[in-house]
């Protein structure tokens, strides 16, 4: 069944879809109602809609107590939660690679399933989008320096020529990449590294 469709039954959401002014992706009114922008694509909408709905779920935001920059930590972490359910999305990330990842759960997109990840798998994740670095993070107790491991730049220099898949294993780290058309003209690269070193 359609995700959205299925998540609304089962959180008994009231869910509009229409159009929003430039910038806003979509928003939840208490108890139970979801407004999401209809231009946005199928794995944004996802994305907003779970966002909302932790939103929701949290009983964030009313009157006296607008919502705070920690309130937002929480509804993102519970969004992951919500569209990729850790029942099984925390077992899938240590046994299958991000391409494999993608194609069971194709309600996620790229992003989401790697920052997910690597929230349930420490591992450092690297973003550019059209050559430019627009992340590079990894969950504590993981380092994450600055500079691109050598096997990280292979990876990418691979993706770059035109693969959409790369991966490179030494005995220090192993390497997974991949090279997505978002769309809008965004051309984006996403690694992944694990290493004992690091
Ligand atoms: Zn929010």
């Given at each position: 069944m359609n995700f959205l469709l299925e998540m609304t039954r089962r959180h008994d959401i009231e869910l509009h879809l229409t159009r929003l002014a430039d910038g806003v992706r979509g928003y939840s009114v208490p108890e139970r109602t979801i407004v999401i922008?209809?231009?946005?694509?199928e794995e944004r909408m996802n994305w907003t809609f779970c966002h909302e709905l932790a939103h929701l779920l949290l009983k964030h935001g009313d009157a006296e107590r607008p919502i705070s920059a920690q309130d937002e930590k929480e509804a993102h972490e519970l969004a992951q939660d919500l569209l990729l359910p850790p029942e099984t999305f925390r077992a899938d990330a240590h046994r299958f690679s991000l391409p494999e990842l993608k194609t069971r759960y194709p309600q996620a997109s790229w992003e989401v399933i790697a920052r997910t990840r690597v929230r349930h798998r420490p591992a450092i994740l690297t973003i550019f989008d059209n050559g430019r670095r627009t992340l590079r993070m990894a969950p504590p107790p993981v380092n994450c320096p600055a500079r691109l491991h050598p096997l990280e730049k292979t990876v990418k220099q691979t993706l770059e020529a035109g693969e959409t898949i790369a991966e490179v294993r030494s005995d220090a780290i192993h390497v997974e990449g991949v090279f997505v058309d978002e769309g809008h003209d965004i051309r984006r690269i996403i690694l992944i590294a694990e290493s004992e070193e690091l």
């Open positions: 922008d209809v231009d946005l694509s």
